[in-house]
């Protein structure tokens, strides 16, 4: 069975770092597209990060330069390096992963991943 799990969140003051990790069982994820995805209070979910299969990364613009995405496929573990926080970046993250070939421009659309995670809050916050 097919299973992502999330870790990493916490509260944090504004200016700082959390690491977040998405690790898979049931498949390998080096084989997947893996999306990072967050969700504040009274908004809807709106792609992050993103690192294809095939090492394309993609951030959304509201993250570019302080965020980072990559993979350990040792640990079957996808991480989001999240620097410079603001309070703007607190919500549910989620991660998600999908095996299909994804174009550059749908990699943090929600409908293109098939699997996903249960979610780990992050609250930025004085």
């Known amino acids: 069975q097919l299973q992502l799990v999330e870790s990493g969140g916490g509260l944090v003051q504004p200016g700082g770092s959390l690491r977040l990790s998405c690790a898979a069982s049931?498949?390998?994820?080096?084989?997947?597209?893996v999306g990072w995805f967050r969700q504040a209070p009274g908004k809807e979910r709106e792609g992050v990060s993103s690192?294809?299969?095939?090492?394309?990364?993609v951030h959304a613009d509201s993250v570019k330069g302080r965020f980072t995405v990559s993979r350990d496929n040792t640990k079957n573990t996808v991480y989001l390096q999240m620097n410079g926080l603001k309070p703007e970046d607190t919500g549910v993250y989620y991660c998600?992963?999908?095996?299909?070939?994804?174009?550059?421009?749908?990699?943090?659309?929600?409908?293109?991943?098939?699997?996903w995670g249960q979610g780990t809050q992050v609250t930025v916050s004085s």
């Open positions: 998600a992963a999908d095996p299909r070939y994804l174009r550059n421009d749908i990699l943090l659309k929600q409908t293109s991943y098939n699997s």
């Open positions: 049931g498949f390998t994820l080096g084989y997947y597209n």
């Open positions: 690192i294809s299969n095939n090492g394309r990364i």
